[in-house]
C-alpha cells in the first residue's frame, strides 16, 4: 500500500469518528425544523396570564383592548352611525331583504343586505352576519342566501326564527371584487395582496380596515328601530372576524365562532402559515401577546367555538391553549359555562349538520328566544 493511499485512508477513519462524536446539542438543532428555529430567535411575548383577581384582570383587558387599537393601526375614524343609501326591498315570502350601501371614509363603497323577519311588530334580535374568505372572492354577503358551506342559508334560516340578519361584502369581496387601489382588473388574490400593501404603506393593517367597516355595520345595526340584542357569527375568515369584533365591542352579547380558532404561534409551529391569507396578519402582535389574549376580552359574555381537529388552519394544540387562558378569565366572572369550545375529532375545516344545530339552539338560548 503506497503512502499516499494509507494517509487516506487514516483521514476517513478520523473524520468518521469526529462525526461520532458531534455533540448532542448540535444534533438536536438539525433536527429543528426552520419554524422552530425562527420561533426561539424571535423576540416573542411570553405566554398570556389572565390576573388571579378581577380587578386586575380589568385594569389588564383594557390595556390589552387599547393595544390591539394600536396594532391594528391609524385608521380612519369613523362617524357614530353611518349614512347608509337604501338601494332596494324585497318581499321573499316569509322574510324580507334590504340591499344598502354606505361610504365608509376611507375611500371605499360597502354594500350590504338586511334580512328582516316577516311583519315584525316587535324588537328583535340580530345577528351580525361574517362571510367567510375560502378563496371565494366573488361571493361575500351572498353567502346569506347559499348553501354551500353551511347545511341551509342562514339568512333565512335565520329570518325564520325571528332573528335580524345583517351581512356586508368585506374589502376585496361580493361587488367590491376588483374595487381596490390596483384598478378593476386587478380582483381576487392580486387584489387582496394590493389592498394589504396600500395599507401598512399608509400606517394600518388591511385586518384592521376590515374590522373597521364590521363595526360600522355594527353601528348601523344598532340604529334600527327593530333591533335590541346583537350576537356575531361567521365560518372561517368570518369566524376570526366574530370573535375580534366581539373582543373590540361591548355591543356584542354573544357569539358563535366556526372553523378558525387559531393560537398564531402554534400555527407558526405546525408550518401552516400558508392556510390563512395575507388579509389576516397583524404587524408585531406576537412582540405583545398571542391570540388567547384577544379571546379573553369577550369575558364574560357568552362566546361558543367549534372546530374540526383536522383543521390545519387551527391547530387543536393550540384551540387546547387558548381554552386554557380564556377560562381563566371567565372564571374570574362567575360566567365559566358562557366560554364553550367544543373540537370534533378527525373534522377538517367544516360546518358540519352537528356543528350549525349547535349554533342554531346557542342563539336561541342567547338571544332569548324560543325555537
Known amino acids: 500500500m503506497n503512502l499516499s493511499l494509507r494517509k487516506r485512508i487514516c483521514w476517513s477513519f478520523l473524520l468518521a469518528g469526529l462525526v461520532c462524536r458531534v455533540p448532542n446539542a448540535v444534533m438536536a438543532q438539525t433536527n429543528q425544523s426552520d419554524a422552530e428555529r425562527w420561533l426561539a430567535k424571535a423576540e416573542i411575548a411570553p405566554a398570556f396570564v389572565v390576573p388571579a383577581s378581577r380587578e386586575a384582570w380589568e385594569a389588564k383587558r383594557q390595556e390589552v383592548r387599547t393595544q390591539l387599537w394600536e396594532l391594528l393601526g391609524k385608521l380612519p375614524p369613523r362617524p ?31 354594500p350590504g343586505y338586511l334580512v328582516l ?22 361571493i361575500g354577503k351572498e353567502e346569506l342566501f347559499q348553501a354551500r358551506h353551511t347545511p341551509e342559508p342562514p339568512g333565512p334560516a335565520l329570518a ?35 389592498a394589504s400593501k396600500f395599507n401598512l404603506w399608509v400606517g394600518r393593517t ?44 361591548e355591543r356584542i ?3 358563535v365562532a366556526i372553523a378558525c380558532l387559531t393560537r398564531y ?4 409551529g405546525h408550518e401552516m402559515l400558508k392556510a390563512h391569507g395575507i388579509y389576516y396578519f397583524v404587524p408585531n402582535m406576537l412582540g405583545h401577546f398571542d391570540s388567547e389574549a384577544v379571546v379573553a376580552l369577550i369575558a364574560p359574555r357568552p362566546a361558543l367555538f367549534l372546530n374540526g ?31 364553550e369550545s367544543v373540537v370534533y375529532p378527525g373534522q377538517g375545516h367544516v360546518y358540519t349538520p352537528e356543528m350549525w344545530k349547535k349554533t342554531m339552539e346557542w342563539l336561541m338560548e342567547r338571544l332569548k328566544l324560543k325555537d
Open 253 to 255: 352579547k354573544t357569539g
Open 80 to 110: 357614530k352611525t353611518p349614512k347608509v343609501e337604501a338601494l332596494s326591498r324585497e318581499d321573499r315570502g316569509d322574510y324580507v331583504v334590504e340591499k344598502f350601501q354606505f361610504d365608509n371614509g376611507a375611500g371605499a363603497v360597502v
Open 309 to 339: 381537529g383536522a383543521d390545519g388552519g387551527s391547530p387543536e394544540d393550540g384551540i387546547h391553549a387558548i381554552e386554557t387562558t380564556v377560562r381563566s378569565a371567565y372564571r374570574l366572572y362567575g360566567r365559566e359555562e358562557g366560554f
Open 265 to 268: 404561534r402554534n400555527l407558526m
Open 206 to 249: 388591511l385586518w384592521g380596515m376590515m374590522l373597521r367597516d364590521d363595526l360600522m355595520g355594527l353601528d348601523y345595526l344598532v340604529s334600527r328601530p327593530e333591533v335590541e340584542r346583537i350576537g356575531v357569527m361567521g365560518m372561517s375568515m368570518g369566524a376570526t372576524r366574530s370573535w375580534w369584533l366581539m373582543a373590540l365591542d
Open 117 to 138: 323577519p316577516k311583519g315584525i311588530t316587535f324588537k328583535a334580535p340580530a345577528i351580525l352576519y361574517c362571510h367567510w374568505h375560502g378563496g371565494e372572492y366573488e
Open 160 to 194: 325564520r326564527r325571528g332573528i335580524v340578519v345583517l351581512a356586508i361584502d368585506a374589502y376585496c369581496f361580493g361587488e367590491r371584487n376588483g374595487r381596490g387601489p390596483g384598478g378593476p382588473d386587478e380582483k381576487g388574490q392580486a387584489g387582496e395582496m394590493t
